[in-house]
């Protein structure tokens, strides 16, 4: 599951490819950092780390090996954040205080098992280049399901 928005609606003038590499902030909840869920989510943040260099990272939560992973790989860490009764984090980035602080324009909540690759920077400057008719858009997007042996 992936979803961008632009949550304060700003709209910089100039070329919109070169703006958006600017503006863009992921955010994650990750599994605990053991074995092969390891080395796939930590695979995943690679893969958006070389999506842009000014690309900002944000993983949410105190899982097993997060804090380690993040350091090692210059992420923001956020071990703080609420969750509900079945312990789902990725809705607590609603009540993540450090939500309103973010500097990018656009955030992107994605799975941390997830590996973007220079396919998904061509479908968000698209996205981004309807911001004239929706300058308060989300975009949702999904992955098909394959089995990999």
């Avoid at 989510?41 to 105190?62: C, F, H, M, T, Y």
Wanted: aromatic fraction near 8%.
């Amino acid at each position: 599951m992936l979803w961008a928005a632009s949550p304060c609606g700003r709209v910089r003038r100039g070329s919109l490819q070169a703006t958006a590499r600017e503006m863009l902030t992921f955010f994650t909840t990750a599994k605990p950092f053991r074995g092969h869920t390891a080395v796939i989510q930590r695979n995943a943040l690679q893969s958006w780390k070389l999506l842009d260099p000014d690309v900002e990272i944000i993983v949410l939560g105190n899982d097993e090996g997060a804090a380690d992973v993040c350091a090692e790989l210059g992420l923001r860490h956020e071990p703080e954040i609420a969750v509900n009764p079945s312990r789902n984090e990725a809705a607590g980035f609603r009540f993540w205080p450090g939500a309103a602080d973010c500097v990018k324009n656009l955030l992107c909540y994605a799975n941390c098992d997830i590996v973007f690759t220079k396919d998904f920077r061509v479908a968000l400057d698209q996205l981004i280049g309807w911001r004239h008719l929706v300058p308060h858009g989300l975009g949702v997007g999904g992955t098909p399901m394959l089995a990999l042996r």
